[in-house]
């Protein structure tokens, strides 16, 4: 009989720890150094140009708000749901207010920065930074020489913010 209860005992073991892997293997199975999301902040665009052209300002920052959210990981924060009482003209400046009640909801960057038109020629300028502090804005400029290069420079600071901040080592940790 004492064998037969461990074989049985045995066996149910087996099934008890097949289970314990099958449910906690997932977690097994991630890297040591995954990040959660990176939650950014895009503030309105300042449009510096002729008058009739404010559409550049929706537009610029809808391009902004698009590309980022369709890099893997990237959370964009909505402007609209993170400060609602806040005008848009308000938002254009990181002020001190801002940067604590992002903080508040655990944004890490805001992207913010203008657009001057002067003529068909004109440039983007941006800036990246963590709300926290810990590191300096980063830059991005672009310089425009027709209308139809507004798309494609903000395009381009995007894929230059992905490269330069979203990478492994410049991803805030959680803890």
């Known amino acids: 009989m004492g064998a037969e209860w461990m074989k049985t005992f045995g066996c149910v073991m087996f099934w008890v720890k097949l289970a314990a892997v099958c449910a906690f293997g997932g977690m097994l199975l991630l890297p040591v150094d995954a990040k959660a999301d990176v939650r950014t902040f895009v503030a309105p ?52 207010d801002i940067r604590l009640r992002l903080q508040q909801q655990q944004v890490d960057y805001a992207v913010f920065g203008s657009l001057s038109m002067i003529g068909n020629k004109g440039s983007l300028d941006i800036r990246m930074t963590r709300i926290d502090g810990s590191s300096p804005s980063h830059p991005y400029y672009k310089r425009i020489e027709s209308l139809d290069d507004v798309i494609p420079a903000a395009e381009d600071v995007v894929r230059d913010i992905e490269q330069d901040l979203f990478s492994k080592k410049n991803v805030p940790s959680q803890g």
């Open 45 to 96: 665009i300042q449009v510096h140009a002729e008058t009739g052209m404010d559409y550049l300002q929706k537009g610029v920052q809808g391009v902004f708000i698009s590309r980022l959210a369709a890099i893997s990981g990237v959370v964009v924060v909505d402007s609209e749901e993170a400060l609602p009482s806040l005008t848009p003209h308000q938002l254009q400046k990181l002020t001190e």
